[in-house]
């Protein structure tokens, strides 16, 4: 059985017919054709698959793309500042937080998702809130100092507006 | 020129924390990984696996599977009669299982169907049928004097007995204060890359060729197997790296997963895309081995090793894989850290029914190193010294040969030394820090690129081809394969600071067989200082030909040319010509420039003949770490926090400071999963940990902060003096964190991982000791 899906992708609204055991992260890669997001394992272990759902950081492998109707959904494609990276991919840039990069896509949806609702975090807070992201590559050091990066650009550009 | 009439100078590339070129693709998600690759006329591959972990297949019914509709192809072990394998002594693996099965989840057949839910009811409705043989999930069945044979050519189920005695051992015991022996027992662990396995092949039925997209670290080792399994000849193959989501050494031979999707691919005459889950890259493995290491030190009174002898065992899995290199590296390195003379070793390598393993980051070295570190702390406690004075004691006194015949030409470990004893204020801490806290000490050291390729071929070690042309970017062609370690950012830098010109002039385009040439893969370390050396040879060749371009035109000889990276000019008063008008010189007459630079290994560095197999272990650089671990053990629970590490790692020149702490601290931490959580877990040879939450990866929260620092040595043959950077600091953490939680708690634990149970074992048994003690007197 197949139902209707109308729902916002990185702000442009799709309706699909989808069946009710598609994921949402096989709707977005396979049906989309956004490969951005990654599947790093069985289901619920790595968070690779993270992305927002109306604003809210999710793995869209536990998430069923039909309970999606009516929800805004964004992907790592749909990050930038202007044809430039945003302030978030520039700190994983920058500071290495980014070293295969298989993590990352999930693990950049998970700062925003996090700086979203608390601009300032300290290291903790980094560190509790991104738990249920793994990576394998840089033992996460660079990868705080990435969204510690992006804080600081972040307020920067706050004070100057 | 500018307004100030300054020349421009060289652009500096060397030595600059430049983020990695491929950084924006990466974290923009653009950046296509080989399970990206999506056709809407590409079949599903799966692949079906044993459930048994030892038997006799006597017959696989494919029709059910065929006859499904949506099912292209169904292929079983008579696909190929080829075996696949990294020596070319030991190619035995096949593919898919023949007449054997020897691990659960060893492939025994495979399906391409229309979407992959056909392909795994496919899957499922192939019968096998199997006669079930005994089999043995640890080195000791393995070993018993009933146990059958895995392979018929393995007699005993030993796949390599390594056995060598270098100096007198005997004398050196002699000699000892104090002869001591320990023995320790590692886990097995695995790779965890965050990418699991997949496979893209498109199969051309016109012209009977193939190309194959692969998630590996070795491309061409991947031709080269495909070529072999498939019975193609190579020219009609075209192996292309994607973005490659690490690997960590499980991606260091050709897998089944990719001589699969191939053979499904041919067997459908078109494109299957194979993605294995995770459950399954786990089984897939090629992970650090289950080992034993015993070792029986002599020490004299001021810490000096006189003399080591180390037995160890290594449980295997049930094919080859990189297994006899491994048992040969694990002896072999127990040379070339410190000044040893008088050595025995006597090494097995066990065939049993689990998974194959293979090359984990730190080949072979991370378990004796292990061993080796504990037994120096067990003995530097016994004799009253301080862990740092007793690797002190025991540095090596002059570069050149060791006893083995390795060859050392640059040693940064004293100054490692240094700066983590200052960095953890080692001095003023240990012995006093409060109850449950403790700093522990660990050295390790690594090859940079083995000097022997597997394939002993007579070509170079490393080629890279440059192109130029009309638009004035200069193109590196290299079959190199960046896997997130940063190889391609490393081969700009080097070819930009050679001509001087800014790194953003230089692209890569990096391994795919029909454009970049050949190269061996990523593994051993070798890609920075060999492709590196390459790569520098070709910048150098180009620039000779930028020289007398610009010669031509200034009407002097090239000697006279002054190559200012942008601006080449002929005397000092001169404007000089600008980067792009030199390069359009240099196409006059002749048109798209190419060059190449090539590297090869000094036969000096090849290793001794001191006993068979000796060549493993020989490499032109041996990089260096120190680290002290910092740690805080709950008395009740015995659960261990990292609250610190201090590593300091001798890469010689680091050629990118940023990348080179990304590369150490990435070592630390996966050091830190095998020494505190990792380990994979067996049920009659059924894995049970086949996930990232059962495995226990380390998360953000069980992390610590690594405070890293970069030692230069500059060693006289590396690439600007550079040596390895990704591997060295792996196994030091492992006797660190032993010996930090031996300080804090008075229990040394000599099973890995530490985990709380086994460390409250120890200390509940040690109270139980005390109270006796009290009770006697």
């Given at each position: 059985?197949?139902?209707y899906?109308s729902?916002?992708v990185?702000g442009?609204?799709?309706d699909d017919?989808v069946s009710g055991n598609?994921?949402?992260?096989?709707?977005?890669?396979?049906?989309?054709?956004?490969?951005?997001t990654?599947?790093?394992?069985?289901?619920g272990e790595?968070?690779?698959?993270?992305v927002l759902?109306?604003?809210?950081?999710?793995h869209s492998?536990?998430?069923?793309?039909?309970?999606c109707n009516g929800?805004s959904v964004?992907?790592?494609?749909?990050?930038?500042?202007?044809?430039?990276?945003?302030a978030i991919?520039?700190g994983?840039?920058?500071?290495?937080?980014?070293?295969c990069?298989?993590?990352t896509?999930g693990?950049?949806?998970a700062?925003?998702?996090?700086l979203?609702e608390?601009?300032e975090?300290?290291?903790e807070?980094?560190r509790?809130?991104m738990a249920s992201?793994?990576?394998?590559c840089?033992g996460?050091v660079?990868?705080?100092?990435?969204?510690?990066f992006?804080?600081?650009?972040?307020k920067s550009?706050k004070e100057?507006? | 020129?500018?307004?100030?009439?300054t020349p421009?100078s060289?652009?500096?590339s060397?030595?600059v924390?430049l983020?990695m070129?491929?950084g924006?693709?990466?974290i923009?998600?653009r950046?296509?990984y080989t399970?990206?690759?999506?056709?809407?006329s590409?079949?599903?591959g799966?692949?079906k696996r044993?459930t048994?972990?030892?038997?006799?297949i006597l017959n696989?019914?494919?029709?059910?599977?065929?006859?499904?509709?949506?099912v292209?192809?169904?292929?079983t072990?008579?696909e190929?009669?080829?075996?696949?394998?990294?020596l070319p002594?030991?190619r035995?693996e096949l593919p898919?299982?023949h007449d054997k099965?020897?691990?659960?989840g060893?492939?025994v057949?495979a399906?391409?169907a229309?979407s992959?839910?056909?392909?795994?009811?496919a899957?499922?409705?192939i019968?096998?049928?199997?006669?079930e043989?005994?089999?043995y999930?640890t080195a000791?069945?393995?070993?018993?004097?009933?146990?059958i044979?895995?392979?018929?050519?393995?007699?005993g189920?030993?796949?390599?007995h390594v056995?060598?005695?270098?100096?007198d051992p005997?004398?050196g015991f002699a000699?000892?204060d104090?002869?001591?022996e320990?023995?320790?027992?590692?886990?097995?662990?695995?790779?965890?890359?965050?990418?699991p396995h997949?496979?893209?092949?498109e199969y051309?039925g016109e012209?009977?060729?193939l190309?194959?997209?692969a998630?590996?670290q070795v491309?061409?080792?991947?031709?080269?197997m495909?070529?072999k399994i498939?019975?193609?000849p190579k020219s009609k193959?075209?192996?292309?790296?994607?973005?490659?989501g690490?690997?960590?050494?499980?991606r260091?031979e050709?897998?089944?997963v990719?001589m699969?999707?191939a053979?499904?691919?041919?067997?459908a005459?078109?494109t299957v895309r194979?993605?294995?889950?995770?459950e399954?890259?786990?089984i897939?493995h090629?992970?650090r081995?289950e080992q034993t290491?015993k070792i029986?030190m002599?020490?004299a009174k001021?810490?000096?090793?006189?003399?080591?002898?180390c037995?160890?065992?290594?449980?295997g899995?049930a094919h080859?894989?990189?297994?006899?290199?491994?048992i040969?590296?694990?002896g072999s390195?127990?040379?070339a850290?410190y000044d040893?003379h008088?050595?025995r070793y006597?090494?097995k390598?066990v065939?049993?029914?689990?998974?194959?393993c293979?090359?984990?980051?730190g080949?072979?070295?991370?378990n004796t190193?292990?061993?080796?570190e504990?037994a120096?702390?067990?003995?530097?406690?016994?004799?009253g010294?301080d862990?740092?004075e007793?690797?002190r004691?025991?540095?090596?006194?002059e570069?050149?040969?060791?006893?083995?015949?390795?060859?050392?030409?640059?040693y940064?470990?004293p100054?490692?030394l240094d700066?983590?004893?200052?960095?953890?204020?080692?001095?003023?801490r240990?012995g006093?820090l409060p109850p449950?806290?403790?700093?522990?000490?660990g050295?390790?050291?690594?090859i940079?690129g083995?000097?022997?390729?597997?394939?002993w071929?007579?070509?170079?070690h490393?080629t890279i081809?440059?192109?130029l042309d009309?638009?004035g970017?200069?193109v590196?062609l290299?079959g190199?394969?960046?896997i997130g370690?940063?190889?391609?950012?490393i081969?700009?830098q080097?070819?930009a600071?050679v001509l001087?010109?800014?790194p953003s002039?230089?692209?890569v385009?990096?391994a795919d067989?029909?454009v970049?040439?050949?190269?061996?893969?990523s593994y051993s370390?070798?890609v920075?200082y060999?492709v590196?050396?390459a790569?520098?040879?070709a910048a150098?060749?180009?620039?000779g030909?930028l020289?007398?371009a610009?010669?031509?035109?200034f009407?002097?000889?090239?000697?006279?040319?002054?190559c200012?990276?942008?601006?080449?000019?002929?005397?000092?008063q001169?404007?000089?010509?600008t980067f792009e008008?030199?390069?359009?010189?240099?196409l006059e007459g002749?048109?798209t420039i190419?060059?190449?630079?090539?590297?090869?290994t000094?036969?000096?560095?090849w290793?001794?003949?001191?006993?068979?197999?000796?060549a493993i272990?020989?490499?032109?650089?041996?990089?260096?770490?120190a680290?002290v671990v910092?740690?805080?053990?709950?008395?009740?629970?015995a659960?261990?926090?990292?609250?610190?590490v201090?590593v300091?790692?001798?890469?010689g020149?680091?050629l990118?400071?940023?990348?080179?702490?990304?590369?150490?601290?990435?070592?630390v931490w996966?050091g830190?999963g095998?020494?505190?959580?990792e380990?994979?877990?067996?049920?009659?040879?059924?894995?049970?940990?086949g996930?990232?939450l059962d495995?226990?990866?380390?998360?953000?929260?069980?992390?610590p902060?690594?405070e890293t620092h970069?030692?230069?040595?500059n060693d006289?043959?590396g690439p600007?003096?550079?040596?390895?950077a990704?591997?060295a600091?792996?196994a030091?953490f492992?006797p660190a964190?032993?010996?930090?939680?031996?300080?804090a708690?008075g229990?040394r634990?000599?099973e890995?991982p530490?985990?709380p149970?086994?460390?409250l074992?120890?200390?509940?048994d040690k109270?139980?000791?005390?109270r006796?003690?009290?009770a006697?007197e």
């Open positions: 059985m197949k139902s899906l729902l916002q990185n442009r609204q799709r017919a598609l994921l949402l992260v096989d709707y977005l890669r396979e049906v989309v054709g956004l490969t951005g990654k599947i790093g394992c069985d289901g790595c968070g690779l698959c993270t759902i109306d604003g809210k950081a999710q492998c536990l998430t069923l793309a039909a309970t929800k964004e992907t790592i494609e749909s990050l930038g500042d202007g044809g430039r990276l945003s991919q520039r994983f840039h920058e500071k290495l937080g980014a070293q990069g298989f993590c896509p693990m950049v949806m700062a925003e998702g996090l979203r608390n601009p975090p300290d290291e807070t980094i509790t809130e992201n793994i990576c394998r840089t996460y660079k990868i705080i100092e990435a969204v510690q992006a804080v600081e650009e972040l550009k100057a507006a | 020129m500018d307004g100030n009439g421009p060289p652009v500096k060397i030595g924390p983020p070129v491929d924006p693709e990466k923009s998600g950046a296509q399970s990206d690759f999506y056709d809407p590409a079949l599903a799966a692949i044993s048994v972990a030892h038997a006799r696989v019914d494919t029709s059910a599977a065929e006859a499904l509709h949506g292209h192809a169904v292929i072990g008579s190929t009669d080829e075996g696949h394998g990294v002594i030991s035995t898919i299982a099965v020897r691990y659960r060893e492939p057949a399906v391409a229309d992959i839910e056909i392909a795994i009811k899957c499922g409705l019968k096998v049928e199997y006669d043989l005994p089999a999930f000791e069945e393995a070993l018993s004097e009933d146990a044979d895995l392979h018929d050519h393995r007699e189920n030993i796949e390599r056995e060598f005695e270098i100096g005997d004398e000699e000892a104090l002869v001591h320990t023995e320790y027992h590692c886990a097995e662990v695995c790779q965890v890359q965050t990418e997949a496979a893209y092949a051309d012209r009977d060729e190309t194959v997209r998630s590996t491309p061409y080792y991947v031709h080269l495909l070529s498939l019975k193609m193959i075209r192996v292309i790296k994607p973005y490659i690490g690997g960590f050494g499980c260091t050709a897998l089944n990719e699969i999707t053979m499904l691919a041919r067997r005459k078109g194979t993605v294995i889950s995770r399954d890259t786990f897939t090629r992970g081995q290491v029986r002599g020490m001021d810490g000096r090793v006189t003399a080591v002898d037995k160890t065992i290594q449980r899995g080859s894989g990189y297994g006899i290199v491994t040969l590296y694990a390195m127990l040379f850290i040893l008088h050595v006597d090494g390598r065939l049993t029914n689990t998974p194959p293979g090359a984990f980051r080949h072979g070295t991370v190193r292990h061993a080796f504990n120096m702390d067990e003995m530097a406690e016994k004799l010294l862990p740092f007793v690797r004691i025991n540095l090596i006194k570069l050149g040969f060791t006893a083995s015949d390795q060859w050392i030409n640059s940064g470990l100054e490692c700066v983590v004893e200052r960095a953890s204020g080692w001095r003023d240990i006093n449950g806290k403790g700093l522990g000490l050295c390790s050291h690594y940079s083995a000097s022997k390729p597997v394939n071929t007579g070509e170079p490393a081809n440059l192109k009309f638009d970017s200069v590196i290299t190199a394969s960046e370690q940063g190889s391609n950012t081969l700009v080097c070819v600071e001087g010109i800014d002039r230089v692209k385009v990096d067989s029909r970049t040439p050949k190269d061996n893969g370390s070798r920075t060999m590196g050396n790569a520098i040879e150098n060749n180009l620039k030909v020289m007398e610009a010669a031509r035109k009407e002097v000889s090239p000697e006279d040319v002054e200012l990276g942008e601006v080449y000019r002929a005397g000092t001169d404007e000089g010509m008008e030199v390069v359009m010189a240099a002749t048109g190419t060059v190449k630079g090539n590297f090869d000094l036969p000096e560095s290793g001794g003949k001191k006993y068979r197999g000796a272990g020989g490499t032109m650089a041996f990089s260096y770490a680290q910092e740690v805080t053990v709950d008395p009740n629970t659960e261990i926090t990292v609250d610190k201090w300091a790692h001798d890469c020149k680091a990118n400071p940023l990348t080179v702490e990304g590369q150490i601290q990435g070592s996966m830190m095998q020494a505190l959580t380990e994979t877990a067996y049920h009659d040879g059924l894995l049970i940990s996930n990232m495995y226990r990866v380390p998360t953000f929260v069980d992390s902060p690594i970069i030692v230069e040595s006289p043959h600007f003096g550079a040596k390895e990704g591997e600091s792996l030091g492992l964190l032993t010996s930090a939680v031996a300080n708690m229990v634990v000599h890995l530490v985990t149970d086994r460390l074992q120890l200390l509940e109270e139980r000791e005390m006796a003690a009290t006697a």
